[in-house]
């Protein structure tokens, strides 16, 4: 009875995972047309204070007040959109900052072990963190997440100045000595 | 006698357009409508000709670019209440009857061609979305409440 129930659970628990990867995904593939390419997205980043303004409960707050389920549904509709649309930028950008990277790495002879670990470490945590933030916005709204993505923010802004110190260093070690 | 730097020269132009033309304007919503109709549709230049006659006409474009992007990104920056509260002040300074201008903002989003070029997307998109649900609420306020 007992191993019934659990499978019961188990089942259960997979549909509701397995729907919530589905729409991820379908969230994903809807904000893809509102970016153009990967040049539009890199063209310049995003401002720490319009990532605070995205997912600011202070609109929502001001929304709900009206008690307009209306206002309310746009409100949600809108701001999913948007946030969705910097999720996105976000992953471009860090993609293109690893294909980048890869690519001065493979001409480069002496890699040191220590910061190639940290920055995949950091690229690996970075996407991770956007394909949660992309449930945490379908699943609670963007409102309710804006810690997750400042985190995310600030490690994308990591991972950009360890990638702007590595550039610089390869272009020092490939001069030649005087 | 030294002459004066590029930098000297744009800022001294942007001056110039917040004092004689900018500072008439009543709002942001109303100033950054104004910037974008100084561009030039096919081209993307910006052209002022009281500012080029002042100074070169590459410094009055540049001006009015710097102004336009620094505008765009004070209104993009707003909170929804600030936002509806400009969006306000539009209507009333506007010579048109407030729901017609309401509608038709609402029915051709004229303030997309608002957008600095190379803006950020998902900073361009939050201005788009913003206005579009500051329309909506201003929309709602106008509709007479039904008593039940």
Not at chain 1, 18 to 31: F, K, T
Not at chain 1, 80 to 94: C, D, E, G, H, K
Not at chain 1, 122 to 147: E, H, N, S, W, Y
Not at chain 2, 124 to 141: G, K, T, Y
Request: proline share 3%; net charge positive.
């Amino acid at each position: 009875m007992i191993a019934i129930s659990s499978l019961i659970v188990g089942a259960v628990l997979l549909l509701v995972l397995l729907a919530i990867a589905v729409r991820g995904w379908l969230a994903a593939r809807d904000s893809a047309d509102l970016l153009g390419s990967d040049d539009e997205v890199g063209k310049e980043g995003c401002p720490s204070e319009f990532v605070g303004r995205i997912f600011s409960p202070v609109d929502w707050r001001y929304v709900h007040e009206m008690k307009s389920p209306d206002i309310e549904k746009l409100f949600r509709k809108e701001r999913r959109t948007v946030a969705l649309v910097w999720v996105r930028q976000v992953s471009f950008a860090i993609r293109r900052i690893m294909r980048e990277h890869a690519a001065i790495a493979r001409q480069s002879s002496n890699l040191r072990a220590a910061t190639e670990l940290k920055i995949f470490v950091q690229f690996t945590a970075l996407m991770v963190t956007c394909g949660a933030i992309r449930v945490g916005i379908d699943l609670a709204g963007p409102m309710r997440i804006g810690g997750l993505a400042r985190y995310a923010h600030s490690l994308a802004q990591q991972v950009a100045r360890a990638e702007q110190t590595f550039e610089l260093a390869m272009q020092q070690r490939a001069r030649p000595v005087q | 006698m030294s002459v004066p730097s590029n930098a000297v020269i744009l800022q001294a132009a942007y001056d110039d357009l917040l004092r004689r033309s900018l500072s008439k304007i009543s709002g942001d919503l109303a100033r950054i409508i104004y910037l974008a109709s100084t561009r030039d549709y096919n081209t993307g230049t910006y052209h002022h000709d009281g500012l080029a006659a002042r100074f070169r006409s590459d410094v009055a474009a540049a001006a009015l670019e710097a102004a336009h992007r620094e505008i765009f990104y004070r209104i993009a920056a707003c909170s929804l209440e600030q936002l509806v509260g400009e969006l306000e002040i539009y209507l009333n300074s506007s010579h048109q009857a407030r729901e017609d201008v309401l509608h038709i903002w609402q029915k051709l989003e004229p303030y997309r061609l608002a957008l600095p070029m190379d803006t950020n997307a998902a900073v361009a998109r939050l201005f788009v979305s913003n206005l579009r649900l500051a329309l909506a609420i201003l929309q709602r306020q106008a509709q007479p409440t039904v008593d039940p």
